[in-house]
């Protein structure tokens, strides 16, 4: 019996590809974000379902993790977002990577790797148009393309940039960082250089900024079936993709007065229930929620008392009838909207699942 574990439905992300691909049209390029594991959920079997389902692209943080796609199984494009040091060259080019450049002594790199595997090595130029990240400065842009074009094994296959603040409606930053962006194009149209794919919106700007759309979009968080922002207007029905569940693994009452937990933070004001939950933040389950977080046991809501230890939790199931030592617990799931969970933490939900679900064993239902 596995106390704790994760579970990922896999037809909750074909729904939620299809939805994307619903409000972007047919001619936007859909690229599926799975870096960090796919969020938590598991790169391989979110970028299969995804692919299957309607995606066109891959991204990913760093060269390892493309190279885990690629030993997947996974042929279709990939997009490396992380600026990776000259050395990543020979990886990238013989994975098939498309790479992020910021940098000449990276892109020749790429250049004279390519050179020598006998193939062209095609690159993604990022744009700082507001995030103050990685990418090069506007006025930086020409010269770093008529550099690059004396690089014969070099293709500029994409240009892009990041939205610091797309989950504001009507934002006047993130409508500046747009403009900034057409202006490089248009800059760029009128110099005869074209750039086959741009690319700016992540999913917020998907939800919400069509203007934004371009030739590709980067959902991330949208694509596991979670909003960028709780409050925010929701334009289309997703459907979150993991849940995480524990067991009970302990019952009894104390006596009023009895402390709960190291640091002694809870006292029983009176005769309570107490259920030791055998998930901590050796496990990702952080210790934020000590006194503060709440699960559900037998469908009614049991708050957590004391400090969240390493590999256990305790909470209040005085008013739980019939509880018994493995009953399952919820943490987050249908009944317990991870967007709460977030927010008792003071977090996002990108923290939440990209934590608990690296780190808890992992199991998959809904797929073909």
Same mark, same amino acid.
């Given at each position: ?51 299957? @389902? ?6 990913? @943080? ?37 790479? %992020?450049?910021?940098?000449?002594? %990276? ?70 960082? $747009? ?66 569940? @524990?067991?009970? @693994? ?26 030791? $939950? ?22 009614? $809501? ?41 927010? %008792? ?24």
């Amino acid at each position: 019996m596995e106390m704790n574990r994760v579970v990922v439905d896999l037809s909750a992300i074909s729904h939620n590809v299809f939805e994307i691909r619903r409000l972007i049209g047919p001619n936007c390029l859909l690229m599926a974000v799975v870096k960090s594991d796919g969020y938590g959920h598991g790169a391989a079997a979110i970028a299969k379902t995804s692919i299957k @389902s309607g995606a066109d692209w891959l991204g990913v @943080s760093e060269p390892q993790e493309g190279e885990a796609l690629r030993r997947a199984g996974l042929n279709s494009p990939i997009l490396v977002f992380g600026l990776v040091p000259p050395q990543e060259a020979e990886r990238i080019i013989e994975c098939g990577l498309r790479q %992020t450049v910021t940098d000449m002594g %990276t892109l020749r790199a790429l250049n004279e790797e390519a050179h020598r595997q006998g193939k062209r090595a095609y690159v993604h130029l990022k744009i700082d148009t507001g995030m103050g990240r990685i990418g090069l400065r506007p006025e930086q842009v020409i010269p770093f393309i008529l550099e690059a074009e004396n690089l014969g094994n070099i293709v500029l296959e994409g240009m892009y940039s990041h939205l610091a603040s797309a989950d504001t409606e009507n934002d006047e930053y993130t409508l500046r960082q $747009i403009r900034v962006f057409n202006g490089l194009l248009a800059e760029l149209r009128l110099r005869g250089k074209l750039i086959k794919i741009s690319h700016l919106a992540n999913s917020a700007a998907t939800l919400q900024y069509p203007q934004a759309f371009y030739d590709l979009v980067r959902p991330g968080i949208m694509l596991y079936g979670l909003y960028p922002e709780v409050e925010r207007s929701r334009s289309i029905n997703l459907r979150p993709a993991m849940s995480l569940w @524990s067991r009970v @693994s302990h019952i009894k009452t104390v006596p009023p007065g009895t402390s709960i937990g190291y640091e002694r933070r809870f006292i029983a004001p009176k005769a309570t229930k107490v259920a030791t $939950i055998p998930l901590g933040y050796g496990n990702g389950y952080s210790r934020l929620f000590s006194n503060r977080g709440r699960v559900r046991i037998r469908g009614q $809501i049991a708050p957590i008392i004391g400090n969240v230890c390493m590999n256990a939790f305790m909470v209040d199931v005085s008013a739980i009838d019939g509880i018994q030592a493995w009953d399952e617990v919820e943490i987050f799931g249908p009944q317990m909207p991870i967007h709460d969970v977030a927010r %008792t933490k003071g977090t996002i939900v990108q923290e939440i699942v990209s934590i608990l679900g690296r780190i808890n064993p992992r199991y998959y239902v809904g797929g073909s």
